[in-house]
């Protein structure tokens, strides 16, 4: 990596679950190595925005500063740090869920294609295994290349993107902003209120 690309961060996902160990800690992270091939790339931080409950409101003038009041509780868009807190892995009752061992959540995916690329650009995953690169480029009007070797991955690969083809939500990700872990229900609010808006 030092090597071929200029190292610009590395990301920490906090992915929650793994494998229980008995000698020692568990596992639960993952890192991400964010790289490019010159020192002029692109990177859209508005696009990936996350959505946080505000703790302590802060006002100026009797209005919110940097934050908004909704029927559901204080919000405020933040800025994405490099410590990922907010994706869970694929559970068994989330529609993108396949029996792929190391299957990586499409919310994941979704900000790093967001914030690296722009629509009609071509996303590469040498790795494809489920489809969800694939998958979540097709949702966010990408075009994307996958090379797998396993036939039944590459299957649930194939079916995955033909149900992209009509669903293109990404769980976690609501009308362009990134959504705290459980919360899923506000999520439904926020996507059922831009649907009435945009009527």
């Known amino acids: 990596m030092f090597e071929l690309f200029h190292v610009q961060n590395r990301i920490t996902w906090q992915r929650e679950k793994g494998r229980g160990a008995l000698a020692n800690w568990k596992n639960g992270m993952e890192d991400i190595w964010f790289g490019t091939k010159s020192k002029e790339y692109t990177f859209h931080v508005k696009d990936v925005m996350s959505r946080r409950k505000v703790i302590a409101p802060y006002k100026v003038n009797g209005q919110p500063k940097d934050w908004e009041e909704t029927e559901n509780g204080n919000y405020r868009n933040t800025y994405p740090s490099n410590f990922w807190d907010d994706i869970s892995i694929p559970y068994w009752s989330m529609p993108e869920n396949t029996q792929h061992p190391t299957q990586k959540p499409e919310k994941l ?91």
Do not use: H, M
């Not at 690329?117 to 998958?135: A, K, M, Q, R």
């Not at 990134?178 to 649907?195: H, I, S, Y």
């Open 109 to 199: 995916i979704a900000k790093l294609i967001l914030a690296s690329s722009n629509e009609n650009d071509i996303v590469f995953d040498p790795f494809l295994g489920s489809g969800t690169t694939s998958v979540v480029a097709k949702k966010l009007n990408r075009r994307y290349i996958g090379i797998e070797q396993n036939p039944r991955y590459c299957g649930w690969a194939e079916y995955r993107l033909e149900v992209a083809q009509k669903d293109k939500e990404i769980q976690g990700y609501v009308n362009g902003v990134f959504w705290e872990r459980n919360t899923l229900a506000l999520q439904k609010k926020e996507k059922n209120k831009g649907a009435t808006q945009s009527v």
